[in-house]
């Protein structure tokens, strides 16, 4: 069977085919599994449930008309604050992943209808693309996301033997990374993409190491950075560095002025300081 591909608005809207309608579309298969009460509705609330952010759970509100214009029954999201807000008009990061939860559903709920009519078995085996798992999330929502689709589909599918998912996502996120070190290193593997000049871009796989902070995975060979301070704070640390390896031609001066811009970027509780210091007492520089 041919795959289905969406752009981001057949997602939403329906994605129609030689005029067959392959796909409903989120608006309107939810506001459907909504008034029907149903399996697939249960479903969904409980994807929402466990990809909700930290502290806050995605509800469903009513069906809402937002235009004399529009006769479409709009999904909406209860906030935390007392309103109910149109899923048209929700924030990116939620728009997102309603947009995940709601493809999970339609996924699964599609590929038992098909495997009824087909006269075949139900997958025990499912893979899930996703480029930019982290993009439109908070920090908090990207340290938990990974974890909670890997958990979705048991929760899901409400089986005793939830099938077995494989995630393949791409991030630029140190939290994203961070976040799959509790996982059995036999099951998981860290890919890393670099620029290279005959292959173009190079795919290695990588051990995945147990780094703990963020800031460790910034400062790892995954994203190349010397330190996570803003460029003006590491440009001069870099030029106060070269002053301190100097053998000679140091003047007392020539550092004061050093400590100035460095006072100029970095906080007092700075720990590149106590190097600073230490060095400029040796040398006589500071009392």
Same mark, same amino acid.
């Given at each position: 069977?041919?795959? +289905?591909?969406?752009?981001?608005?057949?997602?939403?809207?329906?994605?129609?085919?030689?005029?067959?309608?392959?796909?409903?579309?989120?608006? *309107?298969?939810?506001?459907?599994?909504?008034?029907?009460?149903?399996?697939? +509705?249960?479903?969904?609330?409980?994807?929402?449930?466990?990809?909700?952010?930290?502290?806050?759970?995605?509800?469903?509100? *009513?069906?809402?008309? $937002?235009?004399?214009?529009?006769?479409?029954?709009?999904?909406?999201?209860?906030?935390?604050?007392?309103?109910?807000? @149109?899923?048209?008009?929700?924030? @990116?990061?939620?728009?997102?992943?309603?947009?995940?939860?709601?493809?999970?559903?339609?996924?699964?709920?599609?590929?038992?209808?098909? %495997?009824?009519?087909?006269?075949?078995?139900?997958?025990?085996? $499912?893979?899930?693309?996703?480029?930019?798992?982290? @993009?439109?999330?908070?920090? %908090?929502?990207?340290?938990?996301?990974?974890?909670?689709?890997?958990?979705?589909?048991?929760?899901?599918?409400?089986?005793?033997?939830?099938?077995?998912?494989?995630?393949?996502?791409?991030?630029?996120?140190?939290?994203?990374?961070?976040?799959?070190?509790?996982?059995?290193?036999?099951? %998981?593997?860290?890919?890393?993409?670099?620029?290279?000049?005959?292959?173009?871009?190079?795919?290695?796989?990588?051990?995945?190491?147990? *780094?703990?902070?963020?800031? /460790?995975?910034?400062?790892?060979?995954?994203?190349?950075?010397?330190?996570?301070?803003?460029? /003006?704070?590491? @440009?001069?640390?870099?030029?106060?560095?070269?002053?301190?390896?100097?053998?000679?031609?140091?003047?007392?001066?020539? +550092?004061?002025?050093?400590?100035?811009?460095?006072?100029?970027?970095?906080?007092? +509780? /700075?720990?590149?300081?106590?190097?600073?210091?230490? $060095?400029?007492?040796?040398?006589?520089?500071?009392?």
């Amino acid at each position: 069977m041919a795959p +289905f591909v969406f752009d981001s608005k057949e997602v939403w809207r329906g994605l129609a085919d030689d005029g067959r309608t392959r796909c409903n579309g989120l608006y *309107r298969d939810w506001a459907s599994w909504q008034r029907e009460k149903g399996e697939a +509705f249960s479903q969904l609330q409980r994807a929402l449930r466990v990809l909700s952010p930290p502290g806050e759970v995605l509800t469903p509100g *009513r069906l809402l008309r $937002i235009s004399v214009d529009d006769v479409l029954d709009y999904p909406s999201l209860q906030m935390p604050y007392g309103v109910e807000v @149109a899923l048209l008009h929700a924030s @990116a990061a939620m728009r997102r992943i309603v947009a995940f939860s709601y493809l999970l559903v339609w996924t699964w709920q599609e590929h038992l209808r098909a %495997s009824n009519l087909l006269r075949w078995t139900p997958t025990r085996d $499912i893979c899930l693309l996703i480029d930019e798992v982290d @993009a439109h999330l908070h920090p %908090s929502w990207q340290r938990r996301i990974l974890p909670a689709l890997l958990s979705v589909v048991a929760e899901m599918t409400q089986s005793k033997t939830p099938p077995a998912v494989q995630i393949i996502a791409t991030t630029h996120s140190p939290l994203v990374c961070g976040s799959i070190e509790s996982e059995d290193p036999a099951s %998981s593997k860290l890919l890393d993409m670099d620029l290279d000049e005959e292959l173009g871009v190079r795919l290695e796989s990588v051990p995945l190491e147990k *780094r703990g902070a963020g800031e /460790n995975w910034l400062r790892s060979r995954h994203f190349d950075m010397k330190t996570t301070l803003p460029e /003006n704070a590491e @440009a001069e640390i870099l030029r106060a560095d070269a002053l301190l390896n100097r053998e000679s031609g140091v003047t007392k001066q020539a +550092f004061a002025k050093q400590t100035k811009a460095l006072a100029e970027c970095l906080d007092e +509780f /700075n720990p590149y300081w106590v190097r600073w210091t230490e $060095i400029g007492k040796k040398r006589g520089w500071l009392k």
